[in-house]
């Protein structure tokens, strides 16, 4: 699947304040690795690089878009191409940081474990996760993809919200960590734009649906899916759409060896 990084920063001050609440957490003095994963055009990573400018920071990401874009505009950090699920660095982390990344990925219940694993004595696994799955911004999309007209071509790509409840990373995590910090934050976000919504999801839940279409068939999904979006979330009367988004947090730290 192709990525754009131009429309996924069309609102990149409201994806990148979860990162930057997600890193006020993390307490940690002097790093000497840091992997910034899923580090799509490399602004968390840099932010992680200035915060910590002795440490040897690595952005990982699928997306060779995103990471053209990344090297031109942070030549100073490495970047690597490749799979988190099949992450497996020669020098383990201080920390591991995620924003907005490992939702796309199944199996948390291996995938956190083996996070866990690439971490030092005394190292920080810090995600943060949207959780806004069953939202209408989402819910829309999947009933769209599943209807008589789209369910050959997309139905496929309906599949069971990724990211679990709290409760549930609590019952996984904790007994593989010395603390554990977790928390669920709903932005109630002020976009503009005729239709703002679509504007956010064609950056990301949207995008595999458009990849999977050819043709007219691309311009004709996406133009029902605004047609419904408009009505989830109106344009008020200043020209602005309120996208309430949800986004669950987790901050683990491994005991000191």
């Known amino acids: 699947m192709s990525w754009n990084p131009d429309q996924y920063h069309l609102y990149s001050d ?3 304040r979860p990162a930057i609440d997600l890193l006020s957490q993390v307490d940690l003095f002097d790093p000497m690795t840091i992997y910034d994963l899923g580090c799509g055009t490399g602004n968390v990573t840099s932010i992680l ?12 990401d699928s997306s060779e878009q995103m990471l053209q874009k990344a090297r031109t505009e942070h030549p100073a950090i490495e970047w690597m191409q490749g799979e988190i699920s099949n992450f497996d660095p020669s020098s383990k982390a201080n920390l591991l940081f995620s924003n907005a990344a490992l939702h796309w990925l199944d ?12 971490l030092r004595p005394g190292g920080t696994l810090a995600v943060q996760m ?77 995008r ?24 989830a979330y109106p344009q008020r009367e ?16 491994s005991a000191d060896a």
């Open 14 to 16: 409201h994806r990148l």
């Open 49 to 60: 690089s200035q915060r910590w400018n002795k440490a040897i920071v690595v952005g990982l």
């Open 107 to 118: 199996n948390h219940e291996t995938l956190f474990p083996t996070l866990l694993e690439i």
């Open 130 to 206: 949207p959780n806004n799955f069953s939202a209408p911004s989402h819910a829309i999309l999947y009933e769209l993809a599943q209807s008589d007209r789209w369910l050959d071509k997309l139905g496929h790509l309906v599949r069971p919200a990724p990211v679990h409840n709290i409760d549930w990373y609590y019952d996984l995590l904790s007994p593989l960590v010395a603390k554990l910090n977790l928390w669920e934050t709903k932005y109630f976000q002020v976009l503009d734009g005729k239709n703002a919504v679509l504007e956010w999801t064609r950056g990301t839940a949207l």
């Open 208 to 231: 595999p649906f458009l990849n999977a279409l050819e043709g007219d068939d691309v311009s004709e999904f996406e133009q029902e899916y605004a047609e419904l979006l408009l009505e």
């Open 238 to 253: 200043d020209g602005a759409t309120l996208y309430p988004f949800s986004r669950l947090f987790i901050v683990a730290e």
